[in-house]
């Protein structure tokens, strides 16, 4: 199974991006798909999710208003698009892939699969 991810980029704040993640040996539809990121000197921390059988989003507080995640199962990709972007978003974006229960949606510990990463860097 490979995931890759793409559409990072330097943008100023208040601009917007979209993050894609394509699938391969992977059937998008049985898989709850999130996005996570990574600042420099920080943990990997939860952004958004979707879940196999259920297509309400989950989102982290931050990101709530401005982030849509939403996924095409018929060609297996994955999205992210980030509006009202801020320098606090600046991070290496990675998706994920994953069949753990609800209660770990937000955990990197709910995902066996990730992408390497794309880099979003927000100036201000």
């Known amino acids: 199974v490979q995931l890759q991810a793409s559409g990072g980029g330097l943008v100023q704040a208040g601009d917007s991006l979209r993050l894609s993640c394509t699938a391969s040996e992977l059937t998008f539809s049985n898989y709850n798909m999130a996005w996570f990121r990574q600042a420099p000197g920080e943990e990997r921390e939860f952004v958004a999710a979707l879940r196999r059988h259920n297509s309400n989003p989950y989102y982290r507080d931050s990101v709530k208003g401005r982030f849509t995640i939403s996924k095409d199962n018929a060609r297996n990709t994955l999205y992210l698009e980030m509006n009202s972007l801020r320098p606090e978003d600046t991070a290496v974006y990675y998706c994920?892939?994953?069949?753990?229960?609800?209660?770990?949606?937000?955990?990197?510990?709910?995902?066996?699969?990730w992408g390497q990463g794309t880099l979003v860097t927000v100036s201000s």
């Open positions: 994920a892939a994953g069949q753990a229960v609800l209660s770990y949606v937000r955990s990197t510990a709910g995902y066996k699969f």
